[in-house]
């Protein structure tokens, strides 16, 4: 049922709020339920979904679930505080002490553990937001760019610009693609986790098209010169972004 508490941010706009949780049913519950208590929420299911729409707009508040396929709510929690102050909490089917020391060492603002009341999630919630005054128009004024091998990708603008300076296109599936590469540098990435992540995008989801994929992202990336490659294949798992990337 819906609460009547309202955030000291929701006095003027409403907090914005990202849900990264890859059960579909719970990430669609969760925002839901924060949208029917004043907050505007969105969902994100794993690391490339959350980049995205960090990118694409300023965020008050991450629910970031650390059992995510692919880059783990740990990683993903260290990788934001780099250069971001946006509020964490931790989402985790666990309830072990490790998980909430670990989140918080790396600058998570609080942790909440599975299962939970829509109480205890909606004061978790404000009490985080009532910590300090919301950095969103710090947010706002920074520009959200990777950087690799002299390649700047800006996940604002979805814009891929060379090492020469000119601006690359790049597909919807393609785009995807190489942000789960830039998120996960020098670690494979099977061929089970590409092709989820390729679902949404390409109608034929197989090996096949999965490699296609690839190997176009690959000649962009390559400028069509031989050699020096930035994706390489690891036979018979899947592929590995080689770069040192830079936020």
């Not at 020391?101 to 553990?113: C, H, Q, R, S, T």
């Not at 990708?153 to 060379?162: C, H, I, N, P, Y």
Request: hydrophobic share 40%; charged share 30%; net charge neutral.
């Amino acid at each position: 049922m819906r609460e009547n508490t309202v955030s000291p941010l929701q006095e003027t706009q409403p907090a914005r709020i990202l849900v990264v949780e890859d059960d579909p049913g719970l990430r669609i519950l969760l925002v839901r339920t924060l949208r029917e208590n004043g907050f505007d929420a969105i969902g994100a299911s794993a690391a490339p979904e959350m980049w995205q729409a960090v990118g694409a707009a300023p965020v008050d508040l991450i629910l970031l679930d650390i059992m995510l396929p692919g880059t783990s709510g740990l990683d993903l929690c260290r990788m934001l505080r780099r250069d971001s102050e946006v509020r964490i909490i931790m989402v985790s089917a666990r309830g072990e002490e490790t998980d909430r020391v670990v989140g918080l060492e790396l600058g998570a603002d609080d942790y909440i553990a599975k299962p939970f009341g829509t109480k205890e999630l909606l004061a978790r919630v404000r009490a985080v937001l009532r910590r300090g005054p919301s950095d969103r128009t710090d947010q706002a004024s920074r520009q959200e760019t990777v950087q690799f091998a002299g390649w700047s990708l800006d996940l604002r603008r979805r814009e891929l610009v060379s090492p020469a300076g000119a601006e690359v296109d790049l597909s919807g599936a393609e785009y995807d693609l190489l942000v789960s590469f830039v998120a996960n540098p020098q670690r494979v990435i099977g061929r089970e986790r590409l092709l989820e992540l390729s679902r949404t995008r390409l109608g034929d989801v197989s090996d096949r098209s999965v490699d296609v994929l690839v190997s176009r992202l690959r000649r962009k990336l390559s400028g069509g010169q031989r050699g020096g490659s930035l994706i390489r294949t690891i036979r018979g798992v899947g592929y590995m972004f080689t770069a040192d990337v830079q936020r």
